[in-house]
């Protein structure tokens, strides 16, 4: 149980659920598989999968959901062939032209009779809510796929109040400064071989740089020229390891040998146990990672938070 990327929500206001009150809420949108004519459809699924029927695993104040999504595959080659097809076959029985409008409702035809034989693209994204530590967590590879969740969680509980933390300074201004040596590289830090620069004049490009020495000649000349470091690779702590974002975002993420050696110490063949364990282990070193990280980029920009009184 082991997230791959963290994108990070903050509660702008004190929320508490209690997992019962969550589950309650999720059951009213539990996903459904797409009906004969439906092009997509998403809902809430286990995310203990067939070791669970419930939609929410709570351990240690943490709730964790899993959002399932459903796309039916329509290639558009072999829709247009098809319209092609009818469109001619009409040209040459009725000897007319057939117009643009007309091709509009022949593909909307020969989607609906495609529907029921198309194949389906599931994919499920997983989060946790940590109200007490006021985050919500989503394993999301882009910031797109991380907002798409939150805002099907804020339709599922009628108010979700949370949006991306923010800090002091600009994440590239820090990132910038790390390599150039001009601010101060955290004790928890340590560089890893891969970056993202970026020009930051109007036709500014973009140079990615792999299994190099962060510090070095050849990334100093890029900065020298004026390019900011937009994307950073780094361990936390000798334990986690990941790319950090300028949005903050925390992509490939790689849990180290001491967490995998605690969760060896659990009874394999109970994957109850072990699922817990696991995300037990992971939602605790993520709380620490993430005020950590906040910290290390300057500080967090708490104005928009309403503290509890």
């Known amino acids: 149980m082991w997230f791959r990327n963290a994108r990070v929500f903050r509660f702008t ?4 659920i209690t997992a019962e009150a969550l ?20 809902g809430w699924v286990p995310p203990m999968g067939k070791h669970s ?15 399932r999504k459903e796309e039916k595959l329509l290639p558009a080659s072999v829709i247009k062939e098809l319209v092609d097809e009818k469109a001619e076959m009409i040209e040459a029985e009725q000897h007319r032209k057939v117009r643009r409008k007309e091709k509009d409702e022949l593909k909307e035809e020969v989607t609906l009779e495609m529907l029921p034989r198309a194949f389906s693209k599931n994919r499920r994204c997983y989060a946790y809510l940590a109200p007490a530590d006021g985050v919500l967590i989503v394993d999301a590879g882009s910031s797109k796929q991380a907002e798409d969740l939150a805002s099907t969680l804020r339709k599922s509980l009628g108010s979700l109040p949370v949006r991306p933390p923010a800090v002091e300074q600009a994440p590239a ?7 150039n040596e001009s601010i101060d590289l955290p004790a928890s830090i340590e560089l890893g071989t891969e970056c993202e620069l970026k020009d930051t004049s109007e036709d500014g490009g973009v140079v990615r740089c792999k ?6 000649d050849e ?3 890029h900065l020298d020229a004026g390019m900011q470091v937009t994307k950073l690779s780094v361990t936390w702590d000798d334990n986690l390891s990941f790319v950090l974002d300028e949005e903050l975002g925390i992509r490939r993420l790689k ?6 050696e605690k969760l060896d110490d659990v ?12 995300f037990s282990l992971m939602t605790l070193e993520l709380a620490r990672l993430i005020p950590g990280l906040l910290e290390a980029l300057g500080g967090e920009d708490r104005s928009a938070i309403v503290e509890e009184g």
């Open 13 to 16: 206001k004190p929320f508490e």
């Open 23 to 42: 589950e309650e809420k999720l059951q009213e949108d539990a996903f459904k598989p797409c009906g004969p004519q439906e092009t997509s459809r998403q």
């Open 53 to 67: 029927d419930l939609l929410v695993h709570s351990a240690g104040g943490y709730h964790l959901i899993a959002l």
């Open 173 to 179: 201004f820090t990132f910038t400064g790390w390599l």
């Open 211 to 216: 299994g190099l020495d962060l510090q070095g």
């Open 219 to 221: 990334i100093r000349s």
């Open 255 to 260: 849990f180290g040998d001491t967490l995998q």
């Open 267 to 278: 009874d394999a063949d109970d994957a109850t146990a072990r699922f817990d364990a696991a």
